[in-house]
């Protein structure tokens, strides 16, 4: 891992360690990305579920390749966003395991149960800074669909990243969302196995 000033660059390593300067004024204090109002029982949920610490959850790197492929985008992940990280599990067209969550375009994805788009993100004032934009892996383009689990809760996202900016129509939204539901499919099995083996 190569240090460069008050940065950290990722190659080939498990976290790109880097700081933003974007911030909110959320919950009486200011943090560096958006947080829903549920965000305590989200995290609360997300810690009891075990699935943070749980192994990879087969066949969700082959859905991570069909999404990439199907929507002809470098990259898609399977995030799940903890109180200051973001962790990768599952992944395709990228190393890193996971970022600082401050860093992460899936915090605006888990405020809603729909599609968040971010069509050129050099062009949006919320990401132009953002080092995942201006240095590797350079996104301009992101889709997240948010995983929403047990109780209405959304843990992470499937999201698709590219390097250069495009569109996404009603039409992609609609199956981004379907793969994203087959990766709840996929995790609350691993949930329930989890359960069923403490």
């Not at 949920?45 to 749980?54: E, F, I, R, Y």
């Not at 383009?141 to 009603?170: D, M, N, W």
């Amino acid at each position: 891992m190569a240090k460069n000033g008050n940065a950290t660059s990722l190659v080939g390593e498990d976290i790109l360690v880097i700081p933003t300067a974007a911030s909110f004024y959320l919950g009486g204090g200011v943090t560096e990305f958006p947080l829903g109002p549920n965000e305590t029982e989200r995290l609360r949920v997300l810690q009891a579920s075990g699935l943070m610490d749980a192994l990879a959850v087969a066949g969700l790197d082959v859905l991570c390749e069909e999404a990439a492929r199907h929507f002809s985008v470098k990259t898609a992940i399977v995030t799940l966003l903890d109180k200051d990280v973001q962790v990768f599990k599952a992944k395709f067209g990228i190393e890193a395991n996971s970022t600082p969550r401050r860093m992460a375009f899936c915090n605006f994805t888990i405020l809603s149960d729909q599609v968040f788009i971010v069509g050129d993100a050099l062009a949006d004032q919320r990401f132009a800074s953002n080092p995942l934009v201006t240095g590797p892996p350079f996104i301009r383009f992101y889709a997240g669909a948010p995983l929403i689990f047990r109780q209405e809760v959304r843990l992470g996202a499937l999201c698709l990243l590219h390097p250069k900016p495009r569109t996404f129509s009603l039409g992609d939204r609609a199956e981004l969302h379907e793969m994203a539901d087959r990766v709840t499919d996929f995790v609350s099995d691993a949930w329930y196995a989890i359960d069923h083996h403490q």
